[in-house]
C-alpha cells in the first residue's frame, strides 16, 4: 500500500501534520506525516500589487504559505486569479511588493514551480510521452514513462493526444508538470472542463500525489465544493485583496460525510465571493 494510501485510510493520522524541520503540529485537515519528505517550497507575497494601465488587479496582497501546504482560491472572474500564479512562476513582474519562494526574491521563470492550465495544452504532433518529457535530458524517457506510471497512463505512452479523454489529457498535463519534480504546483482550474465522476478522480489522483511528493499546492477554481474539499485553506479573491483565508480543519477523510459543516464552510465562503 502506498504512504498516501495508507495515511488516507486513517483518519486519527489525517489531522497531524508535519513542519518541514520534522516537528509535528496539529492542523486538523492536513494529510499528514511522519517519515513524508516534505518537498515543498514556502511561498511569501509581500505587498503585492499588480496593475495593467489603469487597471488595479492585485493590490497590496500580504499571504504566506507554508511549504506542502495546499490552498484553494476562489473569486470572480477577472479577479486576478491566474495573474497571481503567474507571478508566483515568475511569468510576469509585480508593479510593486515582491513575491519569494524559499525566501529568495522570485525575479525570473521559476524552476521549483509548474503550473497546470484549464486545458492540457499538449502538443498534437508529439507522442504522450514525448509530451510529457521531451527537454528534460538524457533519460527523459525514464523520467516520463515514471511520471506516466504515477498518473496510471504508462500505457498510452506511444498514443497521440487525439485519441485520449479530456480527463486522460489533463492527467497527461499532471505527469508532464511532474517530471522536474516541482516544489510548487500551481493549478489554474484543471478540472473545470472535466465531468463530474473523471473530476472526482482527478482530485483523488491529485490528492495522492500530494501526498506523496509533498509540493506546495495551489488550486484555483470556480468550484467552492472542489476548494473545501482538496485544500487546508481557501483564499477568496475578491477587488485585488483576500477577502476571506479560511483553515479547512476538518480531516479529509471525514469532509464528504460531515454535511452540515460543510454547508456553513460553503456559505462563508460564497458570502466572500
Ligand atoms: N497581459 C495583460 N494585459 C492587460 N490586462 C490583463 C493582462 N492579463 C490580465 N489582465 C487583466 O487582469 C484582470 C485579471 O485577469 P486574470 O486572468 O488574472 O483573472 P482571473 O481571476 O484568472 O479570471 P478567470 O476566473 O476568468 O480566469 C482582467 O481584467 C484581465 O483583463
Ligand atoms: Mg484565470
Same mark, same amino acid.
Given at each position: 500500500?502506498s504512504?498516501?494510501?495508507?495515511?488516507?485510510?486513517?483518519p486519527?493520522?489525517?489531522g497531524? &501534520?508535519?513542519?518541514s524541520?520534522?516537528?509535528?503540529?496539529?492542523a486538523?485537515?492536513?494529510l499528514e506525516?511522519?517519515?513524508?519528505?516534505l518537498?515543498?517550497a514556502a511561498?511569501?507575497?509581500?505587498?503585492?500589487?499588480?496593475?495593467?494601465g $489603469?487597471r488595479? #488587479?492585485?493590490?497590496?496582497?500580504?499571504?504566506?504559505v507554508?511549504?506542502?501546504?495546499? =490552498?484553494?482560491?476562489? @473569486?470572480?472572474?477577472? /479577479?486576478?486569479?491566474?495573474?497571481?500564479l503567474?507571478?508566483?512562476? @515568475?511569468?510576469?513582474?509585480?508593479?510593486? /511588493?515582491?513575491?519569494? =519562494?524559499?525566501?529568495?526574491?522570485v525575479?525570473?521563470?521559476?524552476?521549483a514551480?509548474?503550473?497546470?492550465f484549464?486545458?492540457a495544452?499538449?502538443?498534437p504532433?508529439?507522442?504522450?510521452?514525448a509530451?510529457?518529457?521531451?527537454?528534460?535530458?538524457?533519460?527523459?524517457r525514464?523520467?516520463?514513462?515514471?511520471?506516466? +506510471?504515477? &498518473? /496510471?497512463l504508462?500505457?498510452?505512452a506511444?498514443?497521440?493526444?487525439? &485519441?485520449?479523454?479530456?480527463?486522460q489529457? +489533463?492527467? &497527461?498535463?499532471?505527469?508532464?508538470?511532474? #517530471?522536474?519534480?516541482?516544489k510548487?504546483?500551481?493549478?489554474?482550474?484543471?478540472?473545470?472542463a472535466l465531468?463530474?465522476?473523471?473530476r472526482?478522480?482527478?482530485?483523488?489522483?491529485?490528492?495522492?500525489?500530494?501526498?506523496?511528493?509533498?509540493?506546495t499546492?495551489?488550486?484555483?477554481? $470556480?468550484?467552492?465544493?472542489?476548494?473545501?474539499?482538496?485544500?487546508?485553506?481557501?483564499l #477568496?479573491?475578491?477587488?485585488?485583496? =483576500?477577502?476571506?483565508d479560511?483553515?479547512?480543519?476538518?480531516?479529509?477523510?471525514?469532509?464528504?460525510g460531515?454535511?452540515?459543516?460543510?454547508?456553513?464552510l460553503?456559505?462563508?465562503? #460564497?458570502?466572500?465571493?
Open positions: 500500500m504512504e498516501a494510501a495508507r495515511l488516507f485510510g486513517n486519527r493520522v489525517l497531524r &501534520v508535519a513542519a524541520d520534522g516537528r509535528n503540529t496539529t486538523a485537515g492536513r506525516t511522519s517519515g513524508r519528505r518537498d515543498g511561498i511569501e507575497l509581500s505587498e503585492l500589487t499588480k496593475t495593467f $489603469h488595479v #488587479v492585485l493590490s497590496a496582497v500580504n499571504l504566506k507554508e511549504p506542502g501546504q495546499f =490552498i484553494a482560491i476562489v @473569486g470572480r472572474s477577472g /479577479g486576478g486569479k491566474t495573474t497571481l503567474r507571478l508566483i512562476a @515568475g511569468l510576469d513582474r509585480p508593479t510593486s /511588493g515582491a513575491v519569494s =519562494i524559499d525566501g529568495c526574491a525575479a525570473d521563470v521559476q524552476k514551480a509548474r503550473i497546470m484549464q486545458d495544452r499538449l502538443l504532433w508529439q507522442r504522450v510521452i509530451n510529457v518529457g521531451i527537454a528534460r535530458g538524457d533519460d527523459w525514464a523520467q516520463a514513462m515514471q511520471a506516466l +506510471q504515477a &498518473v /496510471g504508462a500505457d498510452r506511444q498514443d497521440w493526444p487525439y &485519441v485520449l479523454s479530456g480527463g489529457r +489533463q492527467r &497527461v498535463a499532471l505527469a508532464r508538470a511532474l #517530471v522536474p519534480k516541482p510548487i504546483l500551481l493549478l489554474d482550474e484543471p478540472f473545470g465531468d463530474a465522476l473523471t472526482a478522480d482527478m482530485h483523488r489522483l491529485l490528492l495522492t500525489l500530494w501526498a506523496e511528493r509533498g509540493f499546492s495551489i488550486l484555483i477554481t $470556480h468550484d467552492v465544493a472542489e476548494a473545501i474539499a482538496l485544500a487546508d485553506r481557501v #477568496v479573491l475578491r477587488d485585488g485583496r =483576500i477577502a476571506l479560511l483553515a479547512i480543519d476538518t480531516p479529509r477523510s471525514e469532509r464528504e460531515a454535511s452540515s459543516l460543510l454547508a456553513e460553503k456559505r462563508r465562503v #460564497v458570502a466572500e465571493v
